[in-house]
């Protein structure tokens, strides 16, 4: 079975950052964490659930920030994840189901799979920060998207593999 990492950039994001990683630990291998200046206990949560915790001093450029994370990868593959994503049930088994498939040959460069994120019946919030919220019928889809670890470029050698 292939390795997959979980990569994230966040700041104050205590209230909602323990429902995505109880959730990415189940199928990540690695999860690394920048964390662009938390003045509350982000920092302290995502020690609970990994050793990868990297500080990054804002400049308001999201790509630095994640291209700084993602150099420390040391897995196969690897992914992102918001703080305030939502990871059900089904959509891990999907992802372990995923890293299982991968490890047969060819290996693409991009994996492009379906997940369900959360929206809150209650709040009418997509997601958001409200640490009840949970997956619901009226969830949105979105695609994660897995990217082979060095690779030199984006540009793509291999094909891109959906996963439905």
Known sequence: MIRLSLCMIV??????????LASAIQFADEILVADTGSTDRTVEIARQYTKHIYHYPWNDDFAAARNFICEKVSTEYWMWLDA???????SITAILKLKETLSKSPQPDVVM????????ERTGIFAGKDASTKPSRRAAGF????????TESLILLSPILTVT
């Not at 305030?84 to 089904?90: C, F, G, K, N, R």
């Not at 799979?113 to 809150?120: D, L, P």
């Not at 695609?143 to 060095?150: D, G, V």
Request: aromatic share 10%; with cysteine; proline share 3%.
């Open 143 to 150: 695609s994660i998207l897995l990217f082979r670890s060095n």
């Open 11 to 20: 700041k104050n994001e205590e209230a909602v950052l323990t429902r995505v």
């Open 113 to 120: 799979m379906k997940y369900v994120a959360g929206f809150c």
């Open 84 to 90: 305030d994503d939502i990871v059900p049930a089904e």
